[in-house]
């Protein structure tokens, strides 16, 4: 579920916000993505009343969510559904090309009140990564099983078994206390991640000669992206391309064009409307309370109202 192709490599004046910066390190032959999330991550987050682990949890799945969605080089979307037993059920987050995000979480307030400190919030269950290029082409899914870790643990796996590709992720959410004008001051979410991936040198040598080289090239790259600290991806005042060169500077790293990212959803009031024109007519009666019917989006939590009158003929 990668796609290498090359790059034109440009020079650019890099955001230092709300952008994905793909970049490869040349010396050691690996390809990745920098994240580096405030303002867009914090409207998908701050629309819900989301308890702050539940946020923290979501924040995560739209920073691995935008890593991997921005290997999409074409109209499409790619979408990250985990769903398990634990107390945050399900979990989904899109990428929408050129550079669209949501999510949303489904959680237990109950079992989460129950939830020890170290207790984890996503249980047994399954991660499906979806490409979908629309609706006259079919979808490419890849599923792996979540025993219990990490989403990041997760996609490790299916990189692992799946693709055979080596990868490194590493993705950091946290509340930024941030001062605003006239004196104003406020917290705020931010995330960050880094996604390194292996590549194939190509060459004359011999095959295990090419071997060896190969894997000492990736055993020094992950130790390299291995050193990136959490307030790292997180410092806004740290721009993207600053933190690339402290990382691979030694490996000939290379920055390319960025990806500007910002929040969506593709909710209407025509779109409701028309779903709800799909269902029954004993399926529409019961959505009504007290004479009225209200739609509420799980992505953006806007709310639509209709006239059940309007769907006599259903």
């Known amino acids: 579920m990668t796609e290498h192709q090359s790059e034109e490599r440009v020079e650019l004046n890099i955001p230092q916000d709300d952008l994905i910066l793909p970049f490869q390190a040349e010396q050691a032959d690996v390809v990745g993505r920098l994240v580096k999330l405030g303002p867009t991550v914090d409207t998908i987050l701050s629309r819900h009343a989301y308890p702050e682990p539940v946020s923290k949890l979501l924040g995560e799945a739209v920073a ?5 969605g921005a290997a999409l080089k074409f109209e499409g979307k790619f979408i990250l ?3 398990t037993d634990g ?11 050129p550079g669209g995000l949501r999510g949303y979480a489904r959680f237990s307030a109950e079992r989460l009140a129950e939830l020890p400190a170290d207790g984890q919030l996503l249980g047994e269950g399954h991660l499906a990564m979806t490409i979908d290029r629309g609706v006259e082409t079919e979808r490419y899914q890849g599923v792996v099983p979540l025993e219990g870790e990490s989403l990041t643990e997760a996609a490790d796996t299916y990189f692992r078994q799946s693709e055979q590709l080596p990868t490194f992720i590493r993705l950091a959410v946290a509340r930024h206390y941030r001062a605003g004008s006239a004196g104003s001051r406020s917290w705020t979410w931010r995330a960050g991640g880094l996604l ?3 590549l194939t040198r190509e060459g004359g040598r011999s095959v295990a000669r090419e071997a060896a080289f190969s894997e000492e090239d990736w055993t020094r790259a992950r130790a390299l992206a291995e050193t990136v600290e959490d307030h790292e991806l997180l410092d806004p005042l740290l721009p993207p391309d600053r933190l690339l060169y402290r990382l691979f500077h ?8 960025a990806i500007p990212l910002e929040s969506y959803c593709s909710c209407s009031r025509e779109r409701v409307e028309e779903l709800l024109r799909r269902f029954s007519a004993e399926d529409l009666a019961e959505m009504v309370v007290d004479g009225e019917m209200w739609v509420t989006c799980e992505f953006c939590n806007s709310r639509y109202q209709f006239d059940p009158a309007s769907f006599a003929d259903a």
């Open 87 to 97: 107390p945050v059920d399900l979990l989904v987050a899109d990428y929408q090309v």
């Open 250 to 257: 030694e490996e000939q790293v290379r920055a390319f064009r």
């Open 196 to 198: 390194v991936q292996k």
């Open 64 to 68: 691995l969510t935008a890593l991997l």
């Open 81 to 83: 559904q985990a769903s």
